[in-house]
């Protein structure tokens, strides 16, 4: 089936590093959805990007769409302990059933150490 | 999120035995989902509901069964739990396939 790839699967760094995780998608992507869950909690949406070559800001957080709209990046500047999480994307992709779904990555755990 | 609620929010069962686990949204959303979260596998979704009376397949559906009599509940039951079946359960409702999903706060399930 259609799938998103996120990588990495883990990440650790040291407070005030940067910290990047990526997806892709084989097929193209109506729009993604980046979500992010803090530990023994649920997933809370951040973000969509939908425009081929968008890039969203969040404070520290920068939210890259490829031009292609298979791919997309998360960029987190200068890492915090309040960063600890999963990261989550979601691609949107056309379905035959119900006209959309959206398909999440594996997520990227993001560890912070002070 | 006060707007969808999940119960119970832990729940320790029997291998064998039928288990329902409850989500409940207030805004008329269209769209509900039921996703399994395990380590090393993200989220996989189990069924998913389009409107009232309208359910389908995820990726993961085997073992159980889904319901929607309302347009507000979407529960899903273990009719016959196996250890397999342990796992966080999120319920997640939207206004549309693609548009944001909102999540309930997950039902931790142990089948011992």
């Known amino acids: 089936g259609q799938q998103v790839m996120q990588i990495p699967q883990y990440q650790h760094v040291q407070e005030g590093e940067d910290f990047t995780t990526y997806c892709n998608s084989s097929?193209?992507?109506?729009?993604i959805q980046w979500y992010k869950q803090r530990p023994g909690g649920h997933p809370v949406f951040l973000i969509q990007l939908v425009k081929s070559g968008e890039v969203k800001k969040q404070k520290r957080l920068t939210f890259q769409f490829g031009e292609a709209k298979k791919n997309s990046s998360l960029h987190i500047t200068a890492t915090q302990t309040t960063d600890v999480g999963t990261y989550f994307c979601?691609?949107?992709?056309?379905?035959?059933?119900?006209?959309?779904?959206?398909?999440f990555g594996k997520g990227t755990s993001l560890l912070v150490t002070p | 999120d006060a707007g969808i609620t999940q119960s119970p929010r832990y729940k320790i069962t029997e291998t064998g035995r039928q288990v329902t686990l409850m989500c409940h949204q207030t805004w008329s959303h269209s769209y509900m989902f039921w996703y399994r979260q395990d380590l090393g596998h993200g989220l996989r979704l189990i069924y998913y509901?389009?409107?009232?009376?309208?359910?389908d397949k995820g990726e993961v559906p085997d073992g159980y069964v889904v319901s929607r009599s309302k347009t507000e509940n979407f529960p899903l039951t273990l009719e016959s739990a196996t250890r397999s079946q342990t796992s966080v359960y999120f319920c997640a409702s939207s206004l549309g396939a693609k548009n944001i999903q909102y999540f309930g706060a997950g039902t931790r399930l142990s089948v011992l």
């Open positions: 979601a691609g949107c992709v056309v379905n035959s059933n119900s006209g959309y779904a959206l398909n």
């Open positions: 509901s389009a409107a009232a009376d309208i359910t």
């Open positions: 097929t193209t992507l109506s729009n």
